[in-house]
Every structure is written in structure tokens, then in C-alpha cells.
């Protein structure tokens, strides 16, 4: 049901890391961070928009949140205009970029914590389904708490659900070896 090879003409698989950033405490930076080098080393070419956020909004993702709460708690001034161009400026950049991404990506992995909402991160889930991605989610959250939109995506991209990063990564391993295998074969060479 997943995808067996990378999208046509490419030779390594494409993976976006979607999760909570702005309502993160540390802005999502830590598990990707953690996760992303293990991807790296197991052959795919993964997407940080944590990383990548800084080239397009040309701020880390700490500053561009700081910016935007800033803007936010601004906007209901009715003589915000500077203040709601400059939103919708590191906004359109943001979703634009992520968007693009996704688009690219042959694997989007989620994580949805249970005590971080995320409203982003469900539209990169369904962007990556859209265009025949797969989809996988690491959640903590009770199964009857989850939402069905969410699980409906991932179950009807070929992905699955995980409750920790360990069995996300065990499963991966499984399911993507002869890839993987390949991978640290032409490295060889």
C-alpha cells in the first residue's frame, strides 16, 4: 500500500517532518532535531522546517513566532495596516515554503502530542495524501481523543500510526530495507 520507490526520476525518498511549532515549547525543534539524523542515515533526504524556515522568512523559527504573536496581538487595531502586511508577509512565506515541500515529499511523518494543538500540521497531512504521498503519525494521544480527519488521512495515504518514534522507526526499517539496503550500497560505491 506505501510507496514501494521514490516519485518518478529520483533516486532517494523525500520525507517532511509536519508538527506543532508555533505552540510548541520549544517550537518543534527538539524531535526533529533527534529524529532527522537518524532519517538522514537510513538514506532519506529529509525536510526541517524548522531548519528551512530561516532561508525563506529570513528569521529562525523562534524569531518568526516571536514576530508573529507580536503582529497577532496587534492586528485588532484598526490602524494596523503595517502590522497586518507585515503578518501576512512571514505568513505567506512560511505556508508557501512548507507547502512546497509537502508537495515534494514522498513521506510526510506527523507528530501530534497530546498536549500541543496544531492546525498546520493537518493541512501538510492532507496536502501530502493529495499528491500521493504516504503519510505516518506518532501521537501519544488516546485513539478515541484523535482526530478521525487526521487518522482517515493517514490510513487512506497507505500510512499508519505509531505511539512513539521507536516503533515509527522499527517500521520504517522493516518496510523501506530494500531501499535502505540500496541506498548504503551506492554510498559504498
Not at 511549532?21 to 532535531?33: C, L, N, P, S, T
Not at 528569521?59 to 507585515?86: E, G, H, Q
Not at 506527523?110 to 498546520?120: A, D, L, Q, R, V
Amino acid at each position: 500500500m506505501f510507496r514501494k520507490k521514490p516519485r518518478r526520476g529520483r533516486k532517494y525518498f523525500h520525507i517532511y517532518l509536519a508538527g506543532p511549532i508555533e505552540a510548541a515549547k520549544d517550537r518543534g525543534v527538539g524531535w526533529r532535531e533527534k529524529l532527522a539524523p537518524i532519517l538522514k542515515e537510513m538514506g532519506f533526504k529529509v525536510y526541517d522546517p524548522c531548519q528551512l524556515e530561516a532561508k525563506k522568512t529570513g528569521m529562525t523559527v523562534y524569531d518568526s513566532n516571536i514576530a508573529l504573536l507580536d503582529c497577532k496581538l496587534k492586528l485588532k487595531n484598526p490602524d494596523s495596516k503595517i502590522t497586518r502586511s507585515k503578518f501576512i508577509m512571514i505568513i505567506t512565506a512560511i505556508q508557501d515554503n512548507d507547502e512546497l515541500l509537502v508537495k515534494k515529499s514522498d513521506i510526510v511523518i506527523g507528530f501530534f502530542p497530546k498536549e500541543t494543538s496544531t492546525i498546520g500540521s493537518v493541512d501538510e497531512t492532507w496536502i501530502c495524501r493529495k499528491n500521493e504521498g504516504v503519510v505516518y503519525l506518532v501521537t501519544d494521544m488516546e485513539m478515541e481523543r484523535a482526530s478521525s480527519w487526521l487518522l482517515g488521512t493517514c490510513l487512506r495515504s497507505g500510512g499508519d500510526f505509531f505511539t512513539d518514534f521507536e516503533s515509527l522507526l522499527e517500521f520504517l526499517k522493516k518496510e523501506y530495507a530494500d531501499y535502505i539496503e540500496s541506498v548504503k550500497k551506492n554510498k559504498k560505491q
